[in-house]
């Protein structure tokens, strides 16, 4: 079975193999078609007052949908930290798997 990647952002385009979501709303209805994930990059800030790509660490947590892979690359250093930071303690009290590969690699904003 094909596994899909998927890169939350805003403002950065996605590498070509990812598909591209903007908000985090559209971002959990991907995830909650329970199809394979291998790969989830999410930034933090998106433009809304509302969500964030934080909502997105918790709504894998409490569904315990877990990609292979998750990159934080948030540029907003605080929330990027925060994020992964809540990750590797999820992973160190059993609530996220072992074999789930979790990285914090900021990327910067990039403008055309």
């Given at each position: 079975m094909e596994q899909r990647n998927i890169f939350l952002d805003d403002v950065r385009p996605s590498p070509d193999d990812h598909i591209l979501v903007t908000t985090a709303e559209d971002c959990m209805l991907l995830l909650k078609e329970n199809l394979p994930v291998y790969h989830l990059s999410l930034d933090?800030?998106?433009?809304?007052?509302?969500?964030?790509?934080?909502?997105?660490?918790?709504?894998?947590?409490?569904?315990?949908?877990?990609?292979?892979?998750?990159?934080?690359?948030?540029?907003?250093?605080?929330?990027?930290?925060?994020?992964?930071?809540?990750?590797?303690?999820?992973?160190?009290?059993?609530?996220?798997?072992?074999h789930v590969k979790v990285f914090h690699r900021p990327l910067p904003i990039r403008f055309p």
């Open positions: 933090h800030d998106l433009g809304s007052k509302h969500t964030n790509g934080f909502e997105v660490v918790l709504f894998l947590l409490k569904n315990k949908t877990f990609p292979k892979r998750i990159t934080i690359h948030s540029a907003n250093a605080p929330a990027g930290k925060k994020m992964y930071n809540h990750l590797i303690d999820a992973k160190r009290a059993g609530v996220l798997p072992a």
